[in-house]
T-cell receptor
Framework: AQTVTQSQPEMSVQEAETVTLSCTYD???????LFWYKQPPSRQMILVIR????KQQNATENRFSVNFQKAAKSFSLKISDSQLGDAAMYFC????????????WGAGTKLIIKP | GAGVSQSPSNKVTEKGKDVELRCDPI?????LYWYRQSLGQGLEFLIY????????KSGLPSDRFSAERTGGSVSTLTIQRTQQEDSAVYLC???????????FGPGTRLTVL
């Protein structure tokens, strides 16, 4: 069975600095998607970034980038120039490529931004 | 365009009562998903709809839980004879075809007293 592990329950970073959130997963599949979602106190789950496993290039969205290590089954999220609005729970999620349902979720990392 | 909407935003009910939670997906999205998020936890998959049919109901925790979707659009999650352990945030998401990215609504916080 596929599993997703986020080993950092909480992280803090000074405003304007860089922080990396860790995520590892376990699967026997070769084709899949990986996602990072952000959940602020408003509860809205917001897509941050997505990575297709067959793509070697790491995905980037403005200040957010990933370090995808397929062999190591690692998918970390780097946030550059952290802003107060980045404070939220961050969830890593996985889905098999040919499956159109259910994301497998990590337990989340609470990110605190220090002004 | 409009995102996924859910109602009510919050629901407080007494143990043993039935509740209905509603989800309006993004227009044109064929797939719809229900998840449950308990306090401090990640998301737990409940059910998935493709159109009006539910190919996978394996995540529903008990026969007190049911869901339907009509017209390929609005979905209702019904919990009968609510228990305190049903207290959680219920999140709905939708996606379009092979794009595969799920877009979430703001959730319904259910509190069973």
């Amino acid at each position: 069975a596929q599993t997703v592990t986020q080993s950092q329950p909480e992280m803090s970073v000074q405003e304007a600095e860089t922080v990396t959130l860790s995520c590892t997963y376990d699967t026997s599949e070769s084709d899949y998607y990986l996602f990072w979602y952000k959940q602020p106190p408003s509860r809205q789950m917001i897509l941050v970034i997505r990575q297709e496993a067959y793509k070697q290039q790491n995905a980037t969205e403005n200040r957010f980038s990933v370090n995808f290590q397929k062999a190591a089954k690692s998918f970390s999220l780097k946030i550059s120039d952290s802003q107060l609005g980045d404070a939220a729970m961050y969830f890593c999620a996985y889905r098999v490529l040919d499956s159109n349902y259910q994301l497998i979720w990590g337990a989340g990392t609470k990110l605190i931004i220090k002004p | 365009g409009a995102g996924v909407s859910q109602s009510p935003s919050n629901k407080v009910t007494e143990k043993g009562k039935d509740v209905e939670l509603r989800c309006d997906p993004i227009s044109g999205h064929t797939a719809l998903y229900w998840y449950r998020q308990s306090l401090g936890q990640g998301l737990e998959f409940l059910i998935y709809f493709q159109g009006n049919s539910a190919p996978d109901k394996s995540g529903l925790p008990s026969d007190r839980f049911s869901a339907e979707r009509t017209g390929g659009s609005v979905s209702t999650l019904t919990i009968q004879r609510t228990q305190q352990e049903d207290s959680a945030v219920y999140l709905c998401a939708s996606s379009f075809g092979s794009e595969n990215t799920q877009y979430f609504g703001p959730g319904t916080r259910l509190t069973v007293l």
